[in-house]
């Protein structure tokens, strides 16, 4: 029981910090007007550019400009970039750099939702003020600002993440990457990557925890892509009396590895956070659950990955943690 509350407390800290928000700070009409003055020499290129040592012009999510054609056929440009106080790094506004096709420069700062009723005033007056002179100012502003908003939406919808900026590769490539450490029957490691056919590893039976030595007949290498791996952390709290062991690993492969679980097999993309998986403790040579702790998903940049083909059993050990032939 004490074993179990030790590694729920973990997992409900790591929970919390994930969930702690840092409270946003309003705009102040005093820095609403003070930004009016920040420009960006080039922006094209300056993507980060610092202002009095306590403000930072930072491009909207690496953003390309927006280029709008209307109706006359005059194409604008609007630029975004993030408002960010140094104190605290607070995002306090979203400044907009409208480009006419004559190349004057306007521009507008929308202030966060926290900001006070006088500076949205100001910044509506401004923008109303600005549409007087360019025509369908407001109407090309409006249409940018809708297009982001639904964008931060749709990261919302999938749990912060940008799926297409991310394209990372998901398909039937079921595998680890190169590096991953392979126990050997020796009870030396070696790297994914360099195992070769006529090696013995280890692998264990998942009913009696026995491990026993297998021959790897092929390693299989799929093409360099940049695949999406889900990455595990693992941890196992062992006590005796006041005493408390807390050992960990980390395991990362394709979303559709499957594993085996307390619950049965799973794929390692649909393994959640508080489930025991199986793994080889070094210091005592046991086979034993250990508890995810954290679980992320996310592109592993461009490269190989791999899978052992052996010629008996069900399982091989990475990282000290028991994963299934496929």
């Given at each position: 029981?004490?074993?179990?509350?030790?590694?729920?407390?973990?997992?409900?800290?790591?929970?919390?910090?994930?969930?702690?928000?840092?409270?946003?700070?309003?705009?102040?009409?005093?820095?609403y007007t003070r930004a009016q003055t920040f420009n960006i020499a080039d922006l094209d290129k300056d993507t980060y550019v610092k202002f009095e040592n306590a403000y930072v012009l930072d491009r909207y999510e690496g953003r390309k400009p927006y280029f709008i054609t209307g109706s006359d056929g005059l194409k604008k440009?609007?630029?975004?970039?993030?408002?960010?106080?140094?104190?605290?790094?607070?995002?306090?506004?979203?400044?907009?750099?409208?480009?006419?096709?004559?190349?004057?420069?306007?521009?507008?700062?929308?202030?966060?939702?926290?900001?006070?009723?006088?500076?949205?005033?100001?910044?509506?007056?401004?923008?109303?003020?600005?549409?007087?002179?360019?025509?369908?100012?407001?109407?090309?502003?409006?249409?940018?600002?809708?297009?982001?908003?639904?964008?931060?939406?749709?990261?919302?919808?999938?749990?912060?993440?940008?799926?297409?900026?991310?394209?990372?590769?998901?398909?039937?490539?079921?595998?680890?990457?190169?590096?991953?450490?392979?126990?050997?029957?020796?009870?030396?490691?070696?790297?994914?990557?360099?195992?070769?056919?006529?090696?013995?590893?280890?692998?264990?039976?998942?009913?009696?925890?026995?491990?026993?030595?297998?021959?790897?007949?092929?390693?299989?290498?799929?093409?360099?892509?940049?695949?999406?791996?889900?990455?595990?952390?693992?941890?196992?709290?062992?006590?005796?009396?006041?005493?408390?062991?807390?050992?960990?690993?980390?395991?990362?492969?394709?979303?559709?590895?499957?594993?085996?679980?307390?619950?049965?097999?799973?794929?390692?993309?649909?393994?959640?956070?508080?489930?025991?998986?199986?793994?080889?403790?070094?210091?005592?040579?046991?086979?034993?659950?250990?508890?995810?702790?954290?679980?992320?998903?996310?592109?592993?940049?461009?490269?190989?990955?791999?899978?052992?083909?052996?010629?008996?059993?069900?399982?091989?050990?990475?990282?000290?943690?028991?994963?299934?032939?496929?």
């Amino acid at each position: 029981m004490r074993k179990l509350t030790i590694t729920l407390l973990l997992t409900a800290l790591v929970a919390i910090g994930r969930a702690q928000t840092v409270t946003p700070r309003p705009l102040t009409l005093a820095e609403y007007t003070r930004a009016q003055t920040f420009n960006i020499a080039d922006l094209d290129k300056d993507t980060y550019v610092k202002f009095e040592n306590a403000y930072v012009l930072d491009r909207y999510e690496g953003r390309k400009p927006y280029f709008i054609t209307g109706s006359d056929g005059l194409k604008k440009r609007i630029d975004l970039y993030k408002l960010i106080a140094k104190d605290g790094l607070q995002e306090i506004g979203t400044m907009v750099f409208y480009t006419n096709e004559k190349g004057k420069l306007y521009k507008a700062l929308v202030p966060n939702f926290t900001a006070e009723g006088k500076v949205w005033e100001q910044y509506f007056q401004d923008i109303d003020n600005i549409n007087k002179v360019e025509t369908n100012f407001i109407l090309k502003l409006s249409y940018v600002l809708s297009k982001e908003f639904s964008f931060q939406q749709y990261k919302l919808l999938n749990g912060g993440k940008d799926m297409k900026e991310e394209s990372a590769t998901y398909g039937n490539d079921i595998c680890f990457p190169g590096d991953e450490l392979v126990t050997m029957a020796n009870g030396g490691k070696k790297f994914l990557k360099d195992v070769k056919s006529g090696d013995h590893v280890i692998t264990v039976d998942p009913a009696t925890k026995v491990a026993s030595a297998a021959t790897v007949k092929e390693l299989t290498a799929h093409v360099a892509k940049n695949y999406a791996l889900t990455k595990l952390v693992l941890v196992s709290a062992q006590t005796n009396g006041q005493d408390i062991r807390l050992s960990s690993k980390v395991l990362q492969a394709t979303p559709n590895h499957p594993m085996l679980t307390a619950q049965g097999n799973q794929k390692i993309g649909e393994i959640t956070i508080g489930q025991d998986v199986l793994c080889l403790d070094e210091k005592t040579g046991k086979y034993q659950a250990y508890t995810v702790l954290l679980k992320t998903e996310k592109a592993g940049g461009t490269q190989k990955v791999y899978n052992i083909v052996a010629d008996g059993g069900s399982t091989v050990v990475m990282n000290g943690v028991m994963v299934l032939q496929k």
